[in-house]
């Protein structure tokens, strides 16, 4: 996935905050997917405005203990299941 990708969310998606977790459900297939607050983070932050560059400097500055490399290929994993899922746009 390019860097400058700039991920954008599907409109039919429905979300719920489930305690510190995130729920996403995809009305069309029945899909759903549980994310953890760090998932989260990266899910609030695709807009369709912020590059996966983008995204990924913002959860680097909310972890500033981890890995920069480790987070970097933490969210473009994360990244690339859910376009597998069709929750964000080509």
Do not use: C, H
Request: glycine share 4%.
């Amino acid at each position: 996935m390019n860097e400058n990708y700039k991920p954008k969310k599907a409109e039919k998606l429905i979300t719920r905050e489930e305690d510190e977790n995130l729920l996403i459900f995809d009305p069309d297939t029945g899909d759903i997917k549980l994310l953890n607050e760090t998932a989260g983070l990266i899910w609030n932050s695709i807009d369709g405005n912020r590059s996966v560059k983008d995204i990924i400097q913002i959860v680097v500055k909310e972890n500033p203990d981890e890995d920069e490399e480790v987070i970097t290929q933490d969210v473009l994993k994360f990244l690339e299941q859910i376009q597998e899922l069709n929750f964000i746009e080509e």
